[in-house]
């Protein structure tokens, strides 16, 4: 018996879905997922706080040091790169390469850096099909966040193969490309009662 061929997923689709879900096409399939629980939120927002002060607005670094600015940084922005369509939990571009935002609900520039915060419902993606789409799309860094663990993993594409530059749990001192300007204790992106 012949199998039917998968039909690949539309943006019509990805617009079909019910707003209580995140929606994205990887490799053609349109995949959903709940929005984040409370703790994955809490590193999201923790980790813009983190790197908006120093990194956005060259301001408030920690210890009250001025950072570097020169990145535009968006929370869940629609990355359109062909056919695929990804949201990651934040993403930053070099001013340089984005000196004004779209007027689109998405993006089709690469960002320079993504960031992803790893739940049960989204690791194998996050782990699998997107780091694949994130090297096709040529992102140069990618950061993935198991709050569940306390693991911050920084990733660096080379000859568009992702490599593991570093892995740090728990509470400790941390610098981290492409943000390495300014070092940070770990322990900031946990939540808020589980620090000890």
């Known amino acids: 018996m012949a199998q039917l061929a998968e039909r690949t997923a539309t943006y019509a689709d990805l617009e079909a879905v019910p707003p209580h879900l995140v929606a994205e096409i990887l490799f053609g399939r349109l995949v959903t997922y709940p929005r984040p629980a409370p703790p994955h939120s809490e590193v999201h927002f923790s980790l813009g706080g983190v790197l908006a ?7 408030g670094g920690i210890g ?10 968006l929370t869940e922005p629609e990355l359109h790169f062909g056919d695929d369509v990804a949201v990651p939990e934040l993403a930053a571009w070099r001013i340089e390469r984005m000196p004004e935002l779209p007027e689109a609900a998405f993006i089709e520039l690469a960002p320079d850096w993504v960031c992803e915060v790893l739940s049960p419902s989204t690791e194998k993606y996050d782990r699998g099909d997107k780091r694949e789409i994130y090297a096709d799309a040529g992102i140069k860094h990618l950061w993935l966040i198991d709050p569940r663990i306390e693991l911050l993993e920084v990733f660096e594409l080379i000859n568009r193969h992702w490599s593991l530059r570093k892995s740090a749990t728990g ?8 943000f390495d300007a300014m070092e940070f204790p770990l322990r900031l992106l946990w939540p808020l009662g589980s620090q000890g």
């Not at 002060?53 to 301001?59: A, C, D, E, F, S």
């Not at 009250?64 to 940084?73: C, D, E, K, L």
């Not at 509470?171 to 492409?178: E, L, M, T």
Request: aromatic fraction near 12%.
């Open 53 to 59: 002060g120093p990194y956005r607005n060259g301001i």
């Open 64 to 73: 009250g040091i001025g950072g570097p600015g020169g990145w535009r940084f």
């Open 171 to 178: 509470d400790v001192p941390i610098r981290a490309a492409p």
